[in-house]
C-alpha cells in the first residue's frame, strides 16, 4: 500500500530537549515537505527537499532542521524545542519536482506539545 | 504573491443538504487549485485538483468544484451531505512563483459539520 508513515504520532516533551520526528515513504517520491498546522493558519510549509541531500527551507524554518540521505526518509529535528513549536504535524511526499500539478501525498500527522 | 482565503471556518449543515465551502484564490499567473479534506486523526487527503482544462472538476465522494476565473474562485460543492462527510477541507494553490519546489500554499480550512 502506497503511504506516507510519520512517527511517533503523538509526542509530550520538556522544553529544550532534542526530539526527531521520523518520516517514511514507499512510493519513490523525490519531492518531500514538512508542514505545521495551527488553528486558523492553516498549514505552513517548514522546509521540504527535492531530492537526496537537496533540502532548502519553507516559509517557517525557524527552530527545525532536516536531512535527507535516504530517498524514502525526511526526518524533522526540533534541536531544542520550545513552546511555541506546540503544533500538529504533517509530512508529504509527491513525484519528481517541477510537476506542480501532482498530488501530494499526506503522513497522518505528529501531534507534538512542548511543555 | 499567491494566496487562498476560504470563507466560514466553520460551516454546518443537514444531512442531505447542499454543502457549499468557499475559496477565493489570488494569484497572477493562472493558478492550479486543489481541495484537501482531513477526517479526524488523519492526514490530509486529495479530493480534487484543477490544472486547466475543464473548469467543472469532479472528485471523490460525490464532491465537485468549478472554477471560475472571473471570480477566482474555486468552491467545493456537494449536492447531498452525508454524516461521513464531517471533516475539515482546505484549499490550496500550487505555489507557481517559488519555482519548481511543489510547495502548496493553502487556506485556514472550513471545518464543516453534518447535522442529523
Known amino acids: 500500500e502506497a503511504q506516507v508513515t510519520q512517527n511517533p504520532r503523538y509526542l509530550i516533551t520538556v522544553t529544550g530537549k532534542k526530539l526527531t520526528v521520523t518520516c517514511s515513504q514507499n512510493?519513490?517520491?523525490?519531492?518531500m515537505s514538512w508542514y505545521r498546522q495551527d488553528p486558523g493558519l492553516g498549514l505552513r510549509q517548514i522546509y521540504y527537499?527535492?531530492?537526496?541531500?537537496?533540502?532548502d527551507k519553507g516559509d517557517v524554518p525557524e527552530g527545525y532542521k532536516v536531512s535527507r540521505k535516504e530517498k524514502r526518509n525526511f526526518p524533522l529535528i526540533l534541536e531544542s524545542p520550545s513552546p511555541n513549536q506546540t503544533s500538529l504535524y504533517f509530512c508529504?511526499?509527491?513525484?519528481?519536482?517541477?510537476?506542480?500539478?501532482?498530488?501530494?501525498?499526506f503522513g497522518p500527522g505528529t501531534r507534538l506539545t512542548v511543555l | 504573491a499567491q494566496s487562498v482565503t476560504q470563507l466560514g471556518s466553520h460551516v454546518s449543515v443537514s444531512e442531505g443538504a447542499l454543502v457549499l465551502l468557499r475559496c477565493n484564490y489570488s494569484?497572477?499567473?493562472?493558478?492550479?487549485l486543489f481541495w484537501y479534506v482531513q477526517y479526524p486523526n488523519q492526514g490530509l487527503q486529495l479530493l480534487l485538483k484543477?490544472?486547466?482544462?475543464?473548469?467543472l472538476v469532479k472528485g471523490i465522494n460525490g464532491f465537485e468544484a468549478e472554477f471560475k476565473k472571473s471570480e477566482t474562485s474555486f468552491h467545493l460543492t456537494k449536492p447531498s451531505a452525508h454524516m461521513s462527510d464531517a471533516a475539515e477541507y482546505f484549499c490550496?494553490?500550487?505555489?507557481?512563483?517559488?519555482?519548481?519546489?511543489?510547495?502548496?500554499?493553502f487556506g485556514t480550512g472550513t471545518l464543516l459539520a453534518v447535522q442529523p
Open positions: 490550496a494553490v500550487s505555489d507557481l512563483m517559488g519555482g519548481a519546489t511543489n510547495k502548496l500554499i
Open positions: 512510493m519513490n517520491h523525490e519531492y
Open positions: 484543477y490544472t486547466t482544462g475543464a473548469t
Open positions: 494569484s497572477s499567473v493562472p493558478p492550479y
Open positions: 508529504a511526499s509527491s513525484r519528481p519536482t517541477g510537476v506542480l500539478t501532482d498530488t501530494q501525498y
Open positions: 527537499s527535492m531530492n537526496v541531500e537537496v533540502t
